[in-house]
């Protein structure tokens, strides 16, 4: 059953609680980029997703490629919530012998669908997952969520061109558009100016959006499966560290945890 925008809300604050406790547990690991993505990780679960826990190889599936594994975290957080796997799984965040790695581990958890950690990679797996969809007639959608920084990367522009060619209408990426790489702030290192434009000069379906307002994002979403003949991308417009303020937009909680004190502080934030 699909959840309304009220009880995704809620789940998405729930998942960033559930990222905070994993980080100060692992004691490693990217923060912002989590924090950021859990509405579009809710709404993605909660409501959008033709998935099923309980056979997560299930044929008629879609397909969700986290091509900015980093960030992997939120959806551990929303897999667990959604019953893949038992919740008490997210205390094992980074441990040797964990099927929680620190980046996806297609090897420890096959529904994850493919392992990434390189960025920029995730784009030509999710091309790749499409282009074959459309081959064997099948009828899935192939969401891909990457972030901005990927957009330095040669390769995710050499994807883009590819799906376009194939019109690969059967494929929606979700673009993290946080602002924030790893080095400081993503118009500062390597600036990414009308990056909407640029996607419609490569003749994909663009929507822009609050990746922080749930309306915003299922609306996007419904209507991006609804247009055909080219594939399409939702520049979400995120707030990294989004719900802890003194996380929010600040490019230092790219990829550093929170000690146990910043830990309490958020949660208490969280959860008023």
């Known amino acids: 059953m699909k959840n309304n925008i009220k009880q995704l809300e809620k789940m998405a604050n729930t998942l960033r609680q559930d990222v905070i406790r994993m980080l100060v547990e692992a004691g490693s690991g990217h923060t912002a980029g989590p ?24 044929e008629q599936r879609d ?4 091509s900015c594994g980093h960030v992997v975290p939120i959806r551990y957080a929303a897999m667990a919530r959604a019953g893949y796997f038992p919740l008490s799984w997210l205390k094992t965040l980074r441990k040797l012998g964990s099927k929680l790695q620190g980046h996806p581990s297609y090897q420890d958890m096959p529904a994850l669908e493919h392992s990434s950690g390189p960025l920029g990679q995730g784009v030509s797996v999710a091309v790749g ?17 990457t972030s901005d920084g990927e957009q330095d990367e040669g390769e995710t522009w ?32 390597m600036p990414l100016t009308h990056l909407h434009e640029k996607y419609q000069a490569f003749r994909w379906h663009v929507q822009k959006i609050d990746g922080n307002n749930m309306k915003q994002i299922l609306a996007a979403l419904n209507n991006a499966k609804r247009i055909k003949g080219k594939p399409k991308v939702i520049v979400a ?25 910043e830990a309490n502080r958020a949660l208490i934030e969280l959860k008023n």
């Open 129 to 145: 997952m499409a282009l074959a969809a459309k081959m064997k007639k099948q009828k899935h959608f192939v969401y891909c969520v």
């Open 237 to 261: 417009h995120t707030i990294p560290g989004k719900g802890v303020s003194f996380m929010e937009n600040k490019w230092e909680w790219h990829g550093k945890a929170p000690t146990v004190e």
């Open 35 to 58: 924090l950021g993505l859990a509405d579009i990780f809710a709404a993605l679960y909660f409501n959008v997703l033709k998935h099923n826990p309980k056979n997560p190889k299930w």
């Open 158 to 189: 050499e994807a883009i061109l590819c799906a376009a060619k194939y019109k690969l209408d059967n494929l929606i990426f979700i673009l993290d558009r946080n602002m924030i790489q790893i080095d400081g702030f993503t118009e500062k290192i």
């Open 63 to 66: 397909r969700l490629c986290l």
